[in-house]
């Protein structure tokens, strides 16, 4: 991917966005510094964070598409999906208690979660080739928690604010791609009791896989591809919900069981 912005203006934005996510407070998006920032150069700062972290000892454990529903890009006024990475120090365990004191704008989304068993290596990867490769697909609550001000932001600031990435909780019933007919399986997010969103995974780019083999092919335009053994998430299947302390989410995956988390100070 070709850049706009010079190696110090990529540095020094990436220092902004990781202040913002690692001490939680909100920044401006970052085009309104530069308008002209490019999606590759969203990439290029999303790629220096995810050096920065890995050097600070986290653990790249995979990957997440975002931005892969009509609904959730209707929401958010985008029209193109994105990808972001996923560390060991954002995974949270189903039914734990997730603070709220160290994110700024959380969301929680519902989503298919795939885990691998071969690498994925793009251009040209397709959701027969996820399948594949998949070792087993599982239910995962996301917390999104964008860093930008009002949630006012556009895609290149997106990218390189991690695609929004902040916790996730995997978890429910794993099962074989091969037992399921993935587009059909539905989902319901309830908050506190009541139903909040729901859809089918078909939201997600008619198929979760395709998702993915989309998230491929964007690591290989960064001259990278996708281990074996990665957790990837395919993206919302619905919009997201915002969360506040002492609020109770449960997603409800059919075939694929549920996904309790709660949300404290
Ligand atoms: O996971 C995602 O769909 C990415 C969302 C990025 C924008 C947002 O913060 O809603
Ligand atoms: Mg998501």
């Known amino acids: 991917m070709k850049t706009t912005l010079n190696r110090e203006a990529i540095i020094r934005l990436c220092e902004r966005v990781e202040g913002a996510q690692t001490r939680a407070y909100a920044i401006p998006k970052l085009t309104d510094e530069y308008p002209s920032m490019t999606m590759a150069d969203g990439y290029a700062i999303q790629t220096e964070l995810r050096k920065r972290f890995i050097e600070q000892g986290h653990k790249l454990v995979g990957w997440k598409a975002g931005l892969t ?31 709220t004191s160290d994110l700024v704008h959380p969301r929680v989304e519902c989503e298919i979660a795939f885990v691998t068993r071969e690498r994925l290596v793009g251009p040209g990867c397709t959701a027969e080739d996820v399948l594949q490769a998949t070792d087993y697909v599982l239910p995962a609550i996301e917390v999104i928690d964008s860093r930008f001000s009002g949630f006012k932001f556009d895609l290149e600031s997106v990218v390189a604010d991690n695609g929004s990435s902040a916790r996730f909780v995997g978890g429910g019933r794993p099962r074989y791609v091969d037992e399921l007919d993935l587009p059909t399986i539905g989902a319901v997010l309830e908050k506190n009791g009541e ?18 083999a989309m998230l491929v092919n964007i690591l290989a335009e960064m001259g990278e591809e996708l281990p074996a053994g990665s957790f990837v998430m395919s993206g919302g299947i619905t919009a997201a919900v915002a969360v506040s302390p002492g609020d109770h989410v449960i997603a409800r995956f059919q075939e694929l069981g549920s996904i309790s988390v709660r949300f404290g100070e």
Do not use: W, Y
Request: no cysteine; aromatic share 2%.
């Open 195 to 212: 139903i909040v969103e729901m859809g089918a995974a078909a939201a997600v780019m008619d198929h979760p896989a395709a998702a993915v």
């Open 69 to 99: 529903s009509r609904a959730k890009m209707k929401q958010m006024g985008v029209d193109q999906p994105s990808i972001g990475f996923l560390t060991d120090k954002m995974s949270r365990p189903e039914n734990s208690v997730i603070s």
